[in-house]
């Protein structure tokens, strides 16, 4: 059944369109610093109800102090009962939810054999890269359903396309939620949910630790890329250098994973 409604959906045209991005009521997780904030502000200033959850309650404050108007909503993705009692919170309070994105994300720059405390960190970061955006999209696919139209954002990385050695779990996370997001696509082509992926290249922001790597983009151009792709109905949005190397990572593998772990 499965290959049945794949082949079906890859044979025909997919939806398209102008995304409108006014007057939606709009989760992001992860959304009290870097892109989750920019992106948040940006959305909030184009007329949309704008809820930004987080782990940190100091961060959702500043965030706050930058735009009284966001909504802030302290939880912790990788924690089921959280998103079980967040998921209770917006349905009670802010019913009209149609977005949501998954944007949150951890990583660990480390060693895989000589970190003693790898499986743990390993299990941190599943369980909030990947656990977290999976358990989101299936306790708020009820609620998006019910909206005249739905629209669910997962956010990735190029490095689902050339792993960075640096990071031995993230990018297994990143390409695992990218498989799923497509997965999703096609279960769902014939739903009135839509499912869109966002990949974005290293970014300037506080996720770096103040130590960004020379080709980061400003955060601001990063959000601009990725709402145009958004207004265009595109469903897979790469963001800047991700597009250079998609397109290595398909004539020249060898070459794109070489040089992704030269930078």
Not at 128 to 135: D, E, V
Request: net charge positive; with cysteine.
């Amino acid at each position: 059944m499965f290959w049945v409604r794949a082949w079906t959906y890859l044979g025909k045209k997919q939806p398209g369109g102008i995304m409108h991005l006014q007057e939606n009521t709009i989760l992001i997780t992860g959304g009290s610093s870097g892109i989750g904030l920019e992106l948040a502000c940006r959305l909030q200033e184009k007329g949309n109800t704008v809820i930004v959850c987080g782990r940190s309650r100091e961060k959702l404050e500043k965030a706050e102090a930058r735009n009284p108007h966001l909504i802030p909503y302290a939880c912790d993705i990788s924690n089921e009962v959280d998103c079980i009692a967040m998921v209770n919170w917006i349905e009670a309070q802010y019913p009209s939810l149609n977005m949501l994105i998954n944007n949150a994300a951890i990583v660990h720059a480390t060693s895989f054999m000589d970190d003693d405390g790898m499986l743990k960190k390993a299990a941190a970061e599943i369980d909030t890269n990947l656990m977290g955006p999976i358990r989101l999209a299936k306790l708020f696919y009820p609620l998006l359903l019910r909206q005249a139209s739905g629209l669910l954002i997962n956010v990735t990385t190029g490095l689902i396309y050339a792993p960075r050695a640096a990071y031995p779990i993230y990018n297994a996370t990143k390409a695992a939620l990218h498989a799923f997001t497509q997965v999703l696509r096609i279960q769902l082509a014939d739903a009135p949910v839509r499912i869109v992926e966002v990949q974005f290249p290293a970014v300037d922001t506080p996720w770096h630790l103040g130590n960004p790597p020379p080709i980061a983009i400003p955060v601001e151009d990063a959000v601009t890329q990725m709402l145009d792709g958004l207004a265009k109905g595109r469903e897979e949005i790469r963001v800047g250098g991700v597009k250079l190397l998609y397109g290595l990572s398909r004539v020249a593998p060898a070459f794109a994973l070489r040089k992704i772990n030269q930078l």
